[in-house]
């Protein structure tokens, strides 16, 4: 009767661990969605600084105006995301840049992207 009733509390820890390890490990990533606050189209790049190492998430996105794409980030040990981003504009006539880093994202932030600066050309 000993041995049946230690298998059960074996077992029955085993699973327990298996629960709580499923909990911790089962919410690591974060969706979020990246905005264009406006009218243009701009090309966008995202990178998950969390992940190791950082990964581009989005690469050379096309969003148009007023519109959003979803993404999914690697949650740090706090449960917040942290991005870079860069981004342009598609058109030739009046080219912008812009770029940003966002830190302590939650499941479901709006990354606000946009072009607001004139785009330096850097050597490599």
Known sequence: MRSVSNQAIKSLGFAL???GATTSF????LGVRV???SADEIVVTLYD???TPPQPVLVRQ????FAWSPA???AGR???GHVKWRAETTGSSFHRC???EKRKLTSDAIIRVFTDSRCVNSAP
Request: proline share 0%; charged share 25%.
């Open 98 to 100: 812009g770029h940003r």
């Open 78 to 80: 706090d449960g917040k």
């Open 72 to 74: 999914s980030l690697t």
């Open 49 to 51: 600084m969390n992940a």
């Open 26 to 29: 089962g919410d690591d990533t």
């Open 17 to 19: 661990m298996l629960l």
């Open 35 to 37: 905005y264009n606050d």
């Open 62 to 65: 096309m969003i148009y105006g």
